[in-house]
Structure formats: structure tokens, C-alpha cells
């Protein structure tokens, strides 16, 4: 299971961290990603960060703004992000990856188990 927080309203230039808890599997065999979905569009990969850490990917529209990161201990997995824009809009997602890998932005299709999703609004 997996299950998004942090969310919220924020104005353009503003941070926001989410989070992703985790429970009922091994955190540390697996790679977690982020994605998002804004109203109308497809859901797109955000960020990834493999089973040890070790290894992050950004889509390039978060490059630079966006942080991931992960406790294992805690089994936990975050996103910061800064720099926020209106574009960023959408509910956010956090999914298990059929592996420990993270070698590219996230792709729908290689993640088995996804949480409900947490809303981000950025807007004045």
C-alpha cells in the first residue's frame, strides 16, 4: 500500500514537500516514482529514485526544482518542490516500480502499485 500527503494550495514560487508512506512490502527492493495527471491530460512521470537511493531520474519539466528522496528505516519516500508553477497543477502520485531500477523518468507501464493521489494547486 501506498499513501500520498502534503498537498495543498500554494501561490506561484512557493515549495511544497510530499510524501509517500509505504507499507506491506520491502521498501529497499523496489524504485518509487512520482507522477502526476492534470485535469484533461495524461499521467505523466515526474521523478524516480531506486531501491538504494542511489539513483534519481527528473522529467525535464522538474529538473532543477524538484527534489526526491527516500528513508527506507522509515519506509518512506518524499518529493520537494520548489520553485512551484502554475503548470505543476495536478494530483500527485507515488507508485512501486517492478523492480529496484530507476534509469529514466517513470513510465505508467513499469509501476504495479500506485496510492490515491494527493492534489497540488498552484495559483495566486
Known amino acids: 500500500q501506498l499513501v500520498e500527503s502534503g498537498g495543498g494550495l500554494v501561490q506561484p514560487g512557493g515549495s511544497l514537500r510530499l510524501s509517500c508512506v509505504v507499507s506491506?512490502?520491502?521498501?529497499?527492493?523496489?524504485?518509487i516514482g512520482w507522477f502526476r495527471q492534470a485535469p484533461g491530460k495524461e499521467r505523466e512521470g515526474v521523478s524516480c529514485?531506486?531501491?538504494?537511493?542511489?539513483?534519481?531520474n527528473y522529467a525535464d519539466s522538474v529538473k532543477g526544482r524538484f527534489t526526491i528522496s527516500r528513508d527506507n528505516a522509515k519506509n518512506m519516500v518524499y518529493l520537494q518542490m520548489n520553485s512551484l508553477k502554475p503548470e505543476d497543477t495536478a494530483i500527485y502520485y507515488c507508485?512501486?516500480?517492478?523492480?529496484?531500477?530507476?534509469?529514466?523518468?517513470?513510465?505508467?507501464?513499469?509501476?504495479?502499485?500506485w496510492g490515491q493521489g494527493t492534489q497540488v494547486t498552484v495559483s495566486s
Open positions: 507508485a512501486r516500480r517492478r523492480g529496484p531500477a530507476c534509469l529514466m523518468t517513470p513510465r505508467v507501464s513499469e509501476y504495479d502499485y
Open positions: 506491506g512490502f520491502t521498501l529497499d527492493a523496489y524504485a
Open positions: 529514485i531506486s531501491g538504494g537511493g542511489g539513483r534519481t
